[in-house]
């Protein structure tokens, strides 16, 4: 009877975690995490002295398993303490109330509701991200990627071609974006005198981005035409071939720098300018893929003919999606010249590609939580294992293909990404009595 | 089973205990390297990496870096940037912000300089680049400074070299115009050349694209030319291709290089159509002498090689690191102080002793220094044949 007894407890402990959590709303996580936040903030400098780490790890204590394993134990607690604690109490107590307020926000419309979590959302990254510059960057480098991978996953993931141009689009977007502002914001040796007063810069820059972003669908126009009769490995070869027309352009442009490219951007994508624009880029190209538009990039990527049977105008959808998803790898290009501030010829070339096709295939095909998974995590990876050097290049790979064979279409592949389904309240009265 | 939470406390507290920062007295000095150990040049990243290694030890061996009476002990911070910028800028916040590094040397190529010369002079931390010849890297950016000369000044060098060697009036110039050094270099080379023997009379100048292999086209457009040499900035494995496919064309006159032919892998890949070459650079290995010979000799006993300029440069850019952390007097332990510190400190630095020759830093942080022209010889050694100075 004994051992029954200590057997039950233990097979009820999922559950009875299920019951703790399964109906803490994505509100209650969001202030958990604000108050781990918060509390990095007070006390994670003299905390980490405590553990034994000179600073606050920087990435979860991910790099220091790398590089000084003895610190780990320390880098472990560190993140215990510090951000599961807080954000597993703080979501744990507030379920409750987390779920009334969720409701209603619900009752001021989905797209408040939506805004308010977004704007939590951005509170938390924010000052966890103030802690280091260090942070600030692979944040806003990561954010970029997203905006990237989501992009591709368009073409790659929706409408199932297999494009390579993708970096030169992003190229197209970045020199737009830097010769708009290098021009009227910037005395600088390429383009001269600058043209309008300085402090408009900032306000001007999403037209820049704006630009770029339309240059880039411009070149995807041009190579649309020529590839509306080919599919599959020929558009590849089409689209490979645009990537290597825009890197020899660029790089025979002298008025563009040529080679050595062009630097001195100015400094307007700060974290919340990159925020804003990766949220506005998900937001539209999520709205897009469930949109008619978007269902008849599914229906032409199963069966072309019979899209077209069905009064899909296919010609038509692939024009647009194409430079649609042109238009937001731009935007990402020059968001990318603006963080770096400085771009040349060679940061677009087939090495771009292959990262960000990793990105697209790791996280999951057909899908926007894929692709944030899949750029998320591959930055994080990618900066965590810095300290192996060349081993960073054996590992990452490998566990692509371990993906690959594991799950052929990515992590998340063929997810629906629902934001007013992820704000809703979960407790059982707000969803009619359902379980 | 109950034991099991206990016994990882035990694990976490030992672990704690032994971690090596919770018993160290003196901070120590930081030193951040940014070098190319994988991507497209990793020989690049492996000179660094290694006359790096050879300098900490001398330093550890002396007890550390003396500095106002106390001696310092030194740590690298080697991060890799993959040749790639973004990479170099991320490698550069990391050690500025999170390593703490007092000085950072690197990156070594231009792509990677110039954007990562921008966040060490926004986070006010001193960068030596050893090797970047852009002049981007250190334009209006006061904590940025570099240990080569630069292209401005090297065109020039080759230009007067062949005019006076050879005493010949029309050249012909063939570049990678894909690579910034190249085009960069061919530009100064040609205006330089027109400038001594009047415009035009640079009478040939074809361009390529990194990664070609055949250069028949160009060089029988040259051939056809009325050019007397032929002036290519080229790395050291393009240059392997160009010379023995001039000579199986029927060039026989005399091909110029640049610094960028300065690798021990030359001779190797090139053979005998080099022998005989000429090209400019930032130090002979051949014939060498003092600490020069001194350094060569070691780093060959240790590598297994001749160091090339990389090596060399790197070498020096440290060397002028020690100096000028040294030449602060004190350090306070604030870094932020001590790096303004050591970057006044490095901006003085006059007549510095260098293993690639004698250096003063002008505004722009950049050295004052003499060129070498070596001369490749039958055995495949790099001569001295003459120094240029400015």
């Known amino acids: ?435 | 089973m109950r034991k099991i939470p206990y016994l990882l406390v035990a694990a976490l507290v030992a672990g704690m205990i032994c971690s090596p920062l919770a018993w160290s007295k003196t901070r120590p000095i930081k030193v951040g390297i940014n070098a190319p150990i994988t991507g497209d040049n990793p020989k690049v990243g492996e000179g660094t990496k290694f006359a790096a290694e050879m300098w900490l030890e001398d330093v550890m061996a002396a007890g550390g870096i003396m500095v106002g009476g106390v001696r310092y002990p030194v740590q690298l911070v080697i991060e890799d940037n993959e040749y790639k910028p973004e990479s170099a800028v991320k490698a550069t916040t990391k050690m500025v912000i999170e390593d703490e590094v007092l000085v950072l040397v690197g990156p070594q190529a231009s792509s990677q300089a110039v954007p990562a010369g921008g966040v060490a002079d926004s986070y006010a931390t001193p960068m030596i680049s050893p090797w970047s010849t852009n002049p981007n890297t250190t334009k209006d950016r006061p904590y940025v400074f570099r240990g080569c000369f630069l292209d401005p000044f090297q065109g020039p060098v080759v230009a007067n070299f062949i005019k006076g060697e050879f005493g010949f009036t029309r050249a012909a110039v063939l570049y990678d115009v894909a690579a910034d050094y190249s085009k960069g270099l061919a530009e100064e080379f040609k205006k330089a050349w027109e400038k001594i023997n009047g415009p035009g009379s640079v009478v040939a100048y074809e361009s390529f694209t990194t990664k070609d292999t055949d250069f028949s086209s160009q060089l029988t457009k040259i051939k056809n030319s009325t050019a007397e040499v032929i002036f290519t900035p080229q790395y050291y494995s393009e240059v392997a291709l160009i010379v023995p496919q001039a000579r199986d064309l029927g060039w026989s006159k005399p091909i110029v290089g640049s610094d960028s032919w300065g690798s021990a892998d030359l001779v190797k890949l090139c053979g005998p159509a080099c022998s005989g070459l000429f090209f400019s650079t930032h130090y002979a290995a051949a014939g060498a002498a003092g600490a020069t010979k001194e350094f060569i000799d070691r780093y060959q006993a240790k590598f297994g090689y001749v160091p090339d300029d990389v090596g060399a440069l790197t070498w020096d850019s440290l060397r002028i690191v020690q100096k000028a952390i040294e030449n602060t007097g004190k350090l306070s332990g604030k870094i932020e102080q001590d790096r303004k510190a050591v970057r006044d400190a490095m901006a003085k630095i006059k007549e510095f002793e260098g293993i690639t020759g004698k250096m003063t830093f002008t505004e722009d942080g950049d050295p004052i220094k003499c060129a070498v022209v070596v001369r490749i010889t039958e055995s495949g050694e790099f001569a001295f044949h003459k120094s240029v100075c400015p």
């Open chain 1, 1 to 435: 009877m004994q051992t029954v007894s200590q057997i039950i407890p233990a097979a009820d402990k999922p559950r009875r975690v299920a019951r703790v959590f399964g109906h803490t709303p994505f509100l209650a996580w969001l202030l958990g995490a604000a108050a781990a936040v918060l509390l990095e903030h007070l006390l994670g400098e003299t905390f980490a002295g405590l553990v034994g780490l000179s600073k606050v790890p920087v990435l979860f204590g991910l790099m220091i398993l790398m590089s000084k394993p003895l610190l780990f134990p320390g880098a472990l607690l560190y993140v215990a303490v510090i951000y599961l604690l807080p954000l597993l109490c703080v979501a744990g107590l507030l379920t409750r109330p987390a779920n009334l307020v969720a409701a209603a926000l619900l009752r001021f419309g989905p797209a408040f509701a939506v805004i308010v979590h977004l704007a939590l959302f951005y509170g938390v990254l924010h000052f966890w991200a103030d802690i280091s510059g260090y942070r600030e960057l692979t944040v806003k480098f990561t954010l970029i990627a997203v905006l990237l991978t989501l992009s591709l996953n368009l073409i790659n993931g929706y409408m199932g071609e297999f494009s390579c141009s993708h970096p030169g689009f992003m190229a197209l977007g970045a020199y737009g974006a830097s010769t708009f502002t290098l021009t009227l914001f910037v005395n600088n040796p390429l383009f001269g005198k600058a043209l309008l007063p300085g402090f408009l810069g900032p306000w001007l820059f999403p037209l820049g981005l704006v630009f770029g972003g339309l240059l880039a669908s411009l070149g995807a126009l041009l190579i649309a035409i020529p590839s509306f009769k080919t599919r599959g490995d020929y558009l590849a070869i089409i689209s490979l071939a645009f990537l290597f027309i825009v890197k020899s352009l660029l790089e025979n442009l002298p008025f563009l720098g040529g080679p050595r490219g062009m630097g001195g951007q100015p400094d307007y994508a700060g974290l919340p300018v990159v925020f804003a624009w990766t949220a506005m880029g998900v937001w539209i190209m999520n709205n897009y893929v469930r949109s008619t538009l978007g269902k008849s990039l599914n229906a032409i990527r199963d069966d072309e003919a019979a899209a077209e049977a069905m009064s899909v105008d296919t010609r038509h959808t692939k024009m647009t999606a194409f430079m649609f998803a042109a238009f937001w790898a731009g935007v990402a290009g020059g968001l990318f010249a603006h963080v770096m501030r400085f771009i040349n010829p060679a940061t677009f070339g087939v090495q771009r590609l292959a990262e960000m096709l990793a990105m697209v295939y790791f996280g999951g095909l057909n899908s926007v939580y894929g692709s944030i998974v899949g750029a998320v995590s591959l930055n994080l990876l990618g900066e965590a294992l810095r300290p192996l050097e060349l081993f960073k290049w054996i590992f990452i790979p490998l566990l692509l293909i371990l993906v690959m064979i594991f799950r052929p279409t990515g992590l998340l592949a063929f997810r629906e990404f629902d934001a007013v389904r992820l704000v809703r309240p979960l407790d059982r009265d707000s969803q009619g009595g359902a379980p």
